[in-house]
T-cell receptor, first 110, second 111 residues
């Protein structure tokens, strides 16, 4: 079967660094994407890794290890507005099909 | 338009009725996806369209669900004989498989 696993909840304090892990088991793989979703809002694209290594976009970075079927999203200098759900997603599980993880709820405390 | 739009934003229907949900993707995007999200849950893939290729319908939960995309642009998701378990937010997205732009969703409530 196809599955993505990520922690259900993570709590961190403002200004800290937090890492959200994602492991996947899929029949095909083009790359790993990350999305942010605030309560009541639509998911918004954050980053994408097709190759091994680290991709940096401002305060957010994403890492991929294809050999380990593992990736993570790193959020630095946490702000209260970062409180949201974060989803990892694998594309290429069958053509252009994309499978999403169940999401990680991030709580940022003052 | 600037982004993906969906209509209606909210739909309340009685069990057994049919509903149609509409999605207007970003102009020029050839890929269009439909997902379903229940409260506090992840996104469940339903169907995607890519250009003129046959759609991937592998995520549709039953034959009560169908979707079409006309002229490579607007898409309609139809749910026939709605059931209470169909209650969810239905999200549409367009763009590349690895970078999708989502609409605001349609919240469907089946009473």
């Amino acid at each position: 079967g196809q599955s993505l696993e990520q922690p259900s909840e993570v709590t961190a304090v403002e200004g800290a660094i937090v890492q959200i892990n994602c492991t996947y088991q899929t029949s095909g793989f083009y790359g790993l994407s990350w999305y942010q979703q605030h309560d009541g809002g639509a998911p918004t694209f954050l980053s994408y890794n097709a190759l091994d290594g680290l991709e940096e976009t401002g305060r957010f970075s994403s890492f991929l290890s294809r050999s380990d079927s593992y990736g993570y999203l790193l959020l630095q200098e946490l702000q209260m507005k970062d409180s949201a759900s974060y989803f990892c997603a694998v594309s290429g599980t069958g053509g252009f099909k994309t499978i999403f993880g169940a999401g990680t709820r991030l709580f940022v405390k003052a | 338009g600037a982004g993906v739009s969906q209509s209606p934003s909210n739909k309340v229907t009685e069990k057994g009725k049919d509903v149609e949900l509409r999605c207007d993707p970003i102009s020029g995007h050839t890929a269009l996806y439909w997902y379903r999200q229940s409260l506090g849950q992840g996104l469940e893939f339903l169907i995607y369209f890519q250009g003129n290729s046959a759609p991937d319908k592998s995520g549709l939960p039953s034959d009560r669900f169908s979707a079409e995309r006309t002229g490579g642009s607007v898409s309609t998701l139809t749910i026939q004989r709605t059931q209470q378990e169909d209650s969810a937010v239905y999200l549409c997205a367009s763009g590349a498989a690895y970078e999708q732009y989502f609409g605001p969703g349609t919240r469907l409530t089946v009473t």
